[in-house]
């Protein structure tokens, strides 16, 4: 028995035990989806929708979320200062295994219907993705950054947090503190025209002297 079924813009036709590639799905690795739009049922009989099968419905497990190949689109325009433009696309697919292929009371299977990835909310695309292995790194290359950061502006003991001024940042609030300048009542005495161990802005000592109060 065979169906011919519809996801993505596209149709294929499959039998028990096939493994398709198609348009991204809502779903994680293992999950078991079923797919409601199908167009034509086959085998001994054959059974056209109009469009579709009432009642059909073709079953299959996620195998994986992977990418396309890679495609390359290069533009020149020879009359626009011969410029020149290359950018690489990677489609994102989802691997399914084909497990059974229901003829009637699909609906009633209670198996997850096949939705796009284009059709659900932002909340739920992100809780997805955040399942694959490379949102992993990418949340972990994210860290990084945020860690350095906040090493580079250290906090003496007993100071206050120079970045709450407008205006000063980390790095900034590390020269202060290395200057001597720890607390918000440190840098509302400092004269600017004088002062020269950091470049001190005016609105930085008004500020700080209205955090004094």
């Given amino acids: 028995m065979f169906a011919v079924l519809k996801t993505g813009g596209k149709q294929y036709k499959v039998q028990s035990g096939d493994v398709l590639r198609v348009e991204k799905l809502a ?11 199908v167009l034509m049922l086959g085998g001994d009989t054959v059974t056209v929708g109009a469009p579709l099968v009432a009642g059909a419905g073709v079953q299959a497990e996620v195998i994986d979320q992977i990418k396309g190949v890679k495609t390359i689109n290069f533009v020149k325009r020879r009359r626009k200062h011969s410029s020149k433009r290359t950018k690489g696309h990677r489609q994102k697919l989802t691997l399914v295994r084909i497990t059974d292929i229901l003829a009637s009371d699909a609906a009633k299977s209670g198996v997850d219907a096949a939705v796009g990835a284009g059709s659900v909310g932002s909340v739920a695309l992100a809780a997805i993705d955040a399942n694959t292995p490379a949102a992993n790194k990418d949340q972990k ?31 900034a609030a590390k020269k202060l503190v290395e200057a001597g300048i720890a607390t918000f009542a440190d840098l509302a005495k400092v004269d600017v025209a004088t002062f020269d161990a950091v470049k001190v802005k005016p609105e930085w000592v008004a500020q700080a002297a209205d955090l004094t109060k």
């Fill in 141 to 171: 290359r994210s860290a990084a950054p945020k860690a350095a950061v906040a090493k580079a502006a250290p906090k003496a003991a007993g100071g206050d947090d120079l970045t709450a001024i407008t205006g000063v940042g980390p790095a």
């Fill in 27 to 37: 779903a994680i690795a293992g999950q078991k989806i079923q797919f409601n739009d």
